[in-house]
Each structure stands twice: as structure tokens, then as C-alpha cells.
């Protein structure tokens, strides 16, 4: 199985900051990588898939980049609404693989 | 807009059967370009794959609980399922179906999911 390492775990931010969360992945995974949003007692939603490809209804200010095993989820002007936990998941094989999740909150 | 929704028993018992129904509505389940998935999460941690279905009946399961699982779709009603037996209390989690869509190879549409509790 590819194992999906996230960092940090958790990162406490102000409205406005730029956040940037990383996700690594055991072996080459070319851009077969998702990014997820989840807020409590919700399902994940989607926002970027194939490593930069923002997802239709995702805000513009979510992007996401990396090639291989390293990847990074940017929140260039952090809103109210995106404190949430963020997850990544691989799509090159299977099991499918998620990360251990990124919780955001405020500082 | 394509929905989904788990239903099924939200407590059942050590040893027994989990059964769970994801039904698909607003598209057909019989479409090529997906596979119908389930995923789960423990309270409190993160997201663990289970399984996938394709709309011809061919699978794919996580080996950590292949020896247990069957997932099987229903393409005249519109629906997929997932049996789990033997269940413990590691197996208490929010049950999510959702759809693997292959033109993103991503989950883009998810059901609101459902709370399975194992206890006698």
C-alpha cells in the first residue's frame, strides 16, 4: 500500500494568512492527488484532483501543486470557512490511501 | 444533480453482519465512467477506504478487510451495497458511500454518511 504522510498535523491560522499544507506520498504517484475538505459531521468535498486541478465549485483561492511524492495544498487568503480538516488521497493504485488529515483552526 | 444515500442498521451486534445500502439518485449507476465506493472513519480519526464497485459487478477491496467484505450493485434499483461480517467494535465508524469518478480519479460526490455502532 502507498502510505500518505500530511504536515503539519494541525496549524492554527488568521483570517487572511496564506496557508500552505504538504502531503507526501511512500513512492512516485505522478499527479494522481486529491485534496479534500471536511468540517464536522460532514463528508469530505472535493477541491482539487490531479494534483492542481481545482474542482468546479471550489473557490479560486484553493491550489494545489507537486509531482511524483511531494504535493502542497495553498489557501492563498484564508476565509472564515475554510477551518476544516484538510485530507489528501492518492488515486494511483489501490487501496485507495488517505492522508492522516491536516486540522486547521483559528489562531 | 447525482445524489447518494446510506441507509441501514445504525447498531449491531459483535460478530454479526453489517449491512449498508447506498442509493444513487439524479444519474444511473450504470454508467462506465464511475466507481461506487465506500469509505469509512473511526470517531475521531481519518478516512479509511473500504471497497469499490464498478456497474458491471467487478470489485476491488482493501486486502485489510477483503476476507470480510462483499460489495454488490443493483443496477435496476439504482443502488450498491457493502456486507461486512464479523464485525467488532473496530469496525464502529461513519460509513460513507461515494463516487470514484474516473475521468478525475477522485471522489467527487459523497453521501452524508451514517453511524454504524457495534455493541451487544
Known amino acids: 500500500d502507498i502510505q500518505m504522510t500530511q504536515s503539519p498535523s494541525s496549524l492554527s491560522a488568521s483570517v487572511g494568512d496564506r496557508v500552505t499544507i504538504t502531503c507526501r506520498a511512500s513512492?512516485?504517484?505522478?499527479?494522481?492527488l486529491n485534496w479534500y475538505q471536511q468540517k464536522p459531521g460532514k463528508a469530505p468535498k472535493l477541491l482539487i484532483f490531479?494534483?492542481?486541478s481545482l474542482q468546479s465549485g471550489a473557490p479560486s483561492r484553493f491550489s494545489g501543486s507537486g509531482y511524483g511524492t511531494d504535493f502542497t495544498l495553498t489557501i492563498s487568503s484564508l476565509q472564515p470557512e475554510d477551518f476544516a480538516t484538510y485530507y489528501c488521497?492518492?488515486?494511483?493504485?489501490?487501496?485507495?490511501?488517505f492522508g492522516q488529515g491536516t486540522k486547521l483552526d483559528m489562531k | 444533480q447525482v445524489q447518494l444515500q446510506e441507509s441501514g442498521p445504525g447498531l449491531v451486534k459483535p460478530s454479526q453482519t453489517l449491512s449498508l445500502m447506498c442509493t444513487v439518485s439524479?444519474?444511473?449507476?450504470?454508467?462506465?465512467?464511475?466507481?461506487w465506493s465506500w469509505i469509512r472513519q473511526p470517531p475521531g480519526k481519518g478516512l479509511e477506504w473500504i471497497g469499490h464497485?464498478?456497474?458491471?459487478?467487478?470489485?476491488s477491496y482493501n486486502p485489510s478487510l477483503k476476507s470480510r467484505l462483499t460489495i454488490s450493485v443493483d443496477t435496476s434499483n439504482n443502488h450498491f451495497s457493502l456486507n461486512l461480517n464479523s464485525v467488532t467494535a473496530a469496525d464502529m465508524a461513519v460509513y460513507f458511500c461515494a463516487r470514484d469518478s474516473l475521468t478525475r480519479d477522485a471522489f467527487d460526490v459523497w453521501g452524508q454518511g451514517t453511524v454504524v455502532t457495534v455493541s451487544s
Open positions: 439524479g444519474g444511473s449507476i450504470s454508467s462506465g465512467d464511475y466507481y
Open positions: 464497485i464498478d456497474y458491471n459487478g467487478g470489485t
Open positions: 490531479a494534483a492542481f
Open positions: 488521497q492518492e488515486s494511483y493504485s489501490t487501496p485507495r490511501t
Open positions: 513512492q512516485s504517484i505522478n499527479r494522481n
